[in-house]
């Protein structure tokens, strides 16, 4: 059953990421928070228990995440850009966005490699929104173009 389950989320996650380009800040978020939070829930439990545990972890993984995402503004993604493009592994990078009142911290985790593109980076993203800290973990990789794009 876990099988069946790990494939279908992964086949649903899939399809989800061929519309990426033209998805909002907060869809990415959603999207990334999701597949993070059932991936961290599939450690948990056993048999029912455990599926229960990933439903529970892709939910609150893709709230989180859309309330990160949301909160991003352009500067904030040109500042994303920069702390993924220019910080070794394991720095973190600090802002804070007085228009959204939303303060960021960003740390390149893992330099690794996805689709053949050598240029990714796993990352770590802790935003305190509204006073309420958010964690959230993704991997995103450099495009042609020098922007860095989410791609989970």
């Not at 961290?40 to 939910?59: D, H, N, P, W, Y």
């Not at 493009?85 to 973190?92: A, H, I, L, S, T």
């Not at 990078?93 to 228009?99: K, L, P």
Request: aromatic fraction near 6%; include cysteine; glycine fraction near 14%.
């Amino acid at each position: 059953m876990k099988k069946i389950f790990t494939a279908f989320v992964m086949l649903l996650c899939s399809f989800s990421l061929i519309g990426c380009q033209n998805m909002s800040n907060q869809d990415a978020g959603v999207l990334t928070g999701g597949i993070a939070g059932g991936l961290i829930g599939s450690t948990v439990g056993k048999g029912s228990g455990q599926i229960l545990a990933i439903a529970a972890g892709t939910v609150a993984g893709a709230i989180i995440g859309g309330s990160i995402g949301k909160s991003m503004d352009d500067t904030d993604r040109l500042k994303m850009n920069r702390a993924l493009d220019n910080n070794p592994v394991g720095r973190p990078a600090y802002w804070h966005n007085t228009n959204s009142n939303t303060a960021y911290e960003i740390v390149p985790t893992k330099n690794v490699t996805v689709n053949g593109n050598e240029y990714c980076r796993e990352y770590r993203t802790v935003a305190r929104i509204a006073g309420k800290k958010q964690q959230m973990y993704g991997t995103a990789c450099r495009q042609p173009d020098g922007t860095w794009q989410a791609v989970s």
